[in-house]
């Protein structure tokens, strides 16, 4: 989803003189030539403990996530990296708007946008360290407050309730 683009993302900030460590999580070509500061990690599976304890180390080193998806419903893993405090950065596609809020909890980015966009965004960020700390602090609220499987479960119950409490009103209102 997007690892080419990433990897595109990571040259321009190393041109822009902002070396950075890229890790490649998920699925991902072979034939991906080895660069210095790209690790290409794999699939790393959350039901296995040990894959589980390195995907939340990176995600705590992690100053920002990045996944350029063009098609993308919703985003777990948007939710994930705000448990960290983690700033996301992707398209603005499908469901991605609704899970990282544009300068609140990181960027969503008009489909066709370039690397270049992307890295200008995060040099930005790297240049104001107050706005990427208010950004880092705004991601972990909002996992706190919302993006969280609690948070979900009780706004599921309550539109049970709601929907149950209008179907036993609706016969009496006719």
């Not at 500061?37 to 990176?58: A, F, H, P, T, Y």
Request: charge should be negative; hydrophobic fraction near 35%; aromatic fraction near 8%.
């Amino acid at each position: 989803k997007g690892g080419p683009v990433v990897v595109e993302i990571k040259r321009h900030l190393d041109s822009l003189g902002i070396p950075c460590e890229l890790y490649i999580v998920g699925n991902y070509p072979q034939d991906t030539p080895v660069e210095h500061g790209i690790n290409v990690l794999g699939r790393l599976d959350k039901s296995d403990d040990k894959q589980l304890r390195e995907l939340c180390r990176l995600y705590e080193l992690a100053h920002f996530f990045v996944l350029p998806t063009s098609a993308e419903a919703y985003g777990i893993v948007f939710s994930e990296a705000q448990a960290f405090g983690c700033p996301s950065l992707t398209y603005a596609v499908g469901g991605t708007p609704t899970a990282v809020l544009d300068d609140i909890t990181g960027y969503t980015l008009p489909l066709g946008s370039v690397a270049k966009d992307f890295a200008q965004l995060i040099c930005s960020l790297v240049r104001d360290p107050r706005r990427y700390e208010q950004m880092s602090a705004n991601s972990r609220t909002r996992y706190e407050t919302e993006a969280n499987w609690s948070a979900w479960a009780s706004t599921i119950i309550d539109l049970a309730n709601q929907l149950r409490e209008q179907t036993r009103l609706a016969p009496a209102q006719r």
